[in-house]
């Protein structure tokens, strides 16, 4: 009796709850976004009552919500944007969305949204997807070699060259990868050719997709770039001339200044032999008399002692 008095209030009370969540309680749907690199994105949940409060995690990915730690956005708290406004928050009634200008890479990812309203709360995740960045590259030519620089997208990427035939040219060309933020790399080329009118032009080709064969291409006429080679290359000769033609009287100074210095040290040494030899003339000339006298001394000495 007791036990089916208690199924009788149980039915009773799942019967009374399942019709007051139709009509009070609030429920909330949050959608996914697919945006493009550097873009804004707008990513929402929708509520069926007004919305009062949200706190907006950020995880790795929906399905993995212990990865979603911290905490971009608490209006309990006063946060309503992230990294200096980057990220804000619009709230309006039932809608609330969270407002991303100029997406990053690393902006991929789940959102975990927890929503409350009078008729209570709710949560939900929206994940992000953040297409590959295909940014135009940028082609650029120093008066010596070509060079052409993508400087952010996937790393599947490749970097093609041709001429204004459709001649392949990517065997003289040298590749340098960098990484970038989040496994994304900075592709910088360099074409080895020793540039002519022929190519009528040069092009760079950044091929995002080999099987569609999408891709971004910049050309530069190879006129221009001919005429700047040679005007580059003949100035250095030029160069090489004028300070040679500058050194001349340098080096002839220099010369001069070296015989004075050897003429110089000859005459020196000239004199000090010259003078030596006087000197020793002059020696022997005070010295004789002196030694006379000694010898002269000397053979008087005997006499003197007895
Ligand atoms: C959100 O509110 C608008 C009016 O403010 C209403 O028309 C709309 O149906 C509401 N959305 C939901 C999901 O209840
Ligand atoms: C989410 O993470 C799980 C493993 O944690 C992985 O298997 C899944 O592919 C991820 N999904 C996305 C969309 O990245
Ligand atoms: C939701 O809020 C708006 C103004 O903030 C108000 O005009 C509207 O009546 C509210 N709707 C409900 C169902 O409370
Ligand atoms: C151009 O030549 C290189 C080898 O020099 C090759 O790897 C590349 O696939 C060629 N590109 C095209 C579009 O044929
Ligand atoms: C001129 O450039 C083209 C490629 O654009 C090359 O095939 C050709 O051999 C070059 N000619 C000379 C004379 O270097
Ligand atoms: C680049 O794209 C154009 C179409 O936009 C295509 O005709 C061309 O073949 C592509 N280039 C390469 C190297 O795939």
Redesign the pocket.
Known sequence: MGSLQKTAVCLLFLFISLNASDSTFATFSCSDVKTEYNKPAVISCIGSKNITNVIVKRCENCSNRNSCSETIINTWKEKHSHEEGRIQLVLQHNVSELHIQEVKATDQGGYQWYLYSDAGEGNGCTTLEVTDPEIEPSLTWNGRKLTCLSPIGHRQR?V???DGHGN??????SLVSEEAESGLTSLTSTLHEKPNLTASEYCC?V?YDVHTKRNKTKCLSAHKVVTDYLRFTSNPDQEILKTTKEHVPIILVLIVLVLCCFAAVLYYRHRQRAMAKGNFADLLRTLLPILRQHEKAEENAPNQEV
């Open positions: 490749q093609h060259w041709f392949n040219l990517t065997g003289s060309a080709t091929l």
